[in-house]
């Protein structure tokens, strides 16, 4: 008997590692330990793409889909590309991504938690937003990092230190402890490549904040990460200040090319009249780099398209 039990060992040692294994990823990923098969599938093996029929993608996510389920959801709203919505509805668009979330999907978490914290498509609701914002978050979803500070940024504006007051000194502190989680958030946010907490992180550095001692070099930094991501807010400041100098230092050949760049992604008249204007002032070798720096920059944006479709095809 002990012999048998001796020849048995390595097999007995791989199956309690294997099951070892099963349960650690079965933790890991949030799934029944009967679903992971179909996880699997979902995440490595499935080739579902963004453009599939919409009947094909209804198919798959009334089948538990969970990446099905997000791009039926995106298809119904502005944010998916022109050629690939659907419709635009919001009622259909927040009831899959729900599924989806509640498929363990990570971004769809993170939506469903904006949609909560805007009240998109539902009733706002800040305490669901945090803990759907949450849950993204603790897989590693940069969206789930930025609604986080989002929520923690508007409960600090909310609180409004009366000078002479009793409590003053406690709000001010309540006030300062909620900013520095937000900038903790965007920060991670940031790391993660969102343009929004890349933005945010720049105009803290801009005003002085929790942690976030005044810097203006290190808020245009913030900035130019937030505009190669296509960021038009981002894109536009670097534009303005470039061109009057403010924080930071004057320079006509980068807000002619962020100028001509914001032009590029938005196609807004009054951007080709301020650089019509601005073209006046500027020497023509000037113009001429500046609009070699826009060639650059446009280059290494990522297109109307692609930025759509990134939405789309998400880290899980």
Known sequence: MRRKLLRLRPYLIAAAVGTILI????????????????????????????????????????????????????????????????????????????????????????????YFARGLGVAKDETKAAEWATKAADKGQPMGYRVLGDLAKAKADAIKPTKGAPDSAKQQADRDLLLDEAYKQYLRGANAGDRHSLRELAKAYETGQPGLPQNYRLAVEYYTRAAARRDGKSIRILAERHES????????????????????????????????????????????????????????????????????????
Do not use: F
């Not at 990446?67 to 944010?79: F, W």
């Not at 419709?87 to 991504?97: F, G, L, N, P, S």
């Not at 002619?256 to 002032?281: H, S, T």
């Open 23 to 114: 349960v650690d990823l079965s933790n890991q990923w949030e799934v029944p330990i009967a679903q992971l098969p179909n996880e699997l599938h979902d995440r490595y093996v499935s080739e579902l793409k963004a453009d599939a029929k919409p009947a094909d993608l209804l198919k798959l996510a009334e089948g538990g889909n969970s990446q099905a389920q997000y791009i039926y959801a995106l298809r119904h709203t502005t944010y998916a590309p022109a050629e690939l919505q659907i419709r635009e509805d919001q009622k259909v668009a927040y009831t899959w991504m729900q599924k989806a979330a509640e498929n363990r999907h990570a971004r769809a978490m993170a939506v469903v938690a904006l």
């Open 245 to 316: 100098g403010e924080k930071t230092p004057k320079d006509l050949q980068q807000a002619y090319a962020w100028r001509l760049v914001l032009i590029e992604i938005e196609d807004n008249p009054e951007d080709v009249a301020k650089l019509g204007e601005l073209e006046k002032k500027m020497k023509l070798e000037d113009v001429q780099a500046g609009q070699e720096l826009a060639i650059k920059l446009i280059k290494d944006l990522p297109s109307e398209s692609a930025d759509a479709l990134a939405r789309l095809n998400p880290g899980r």
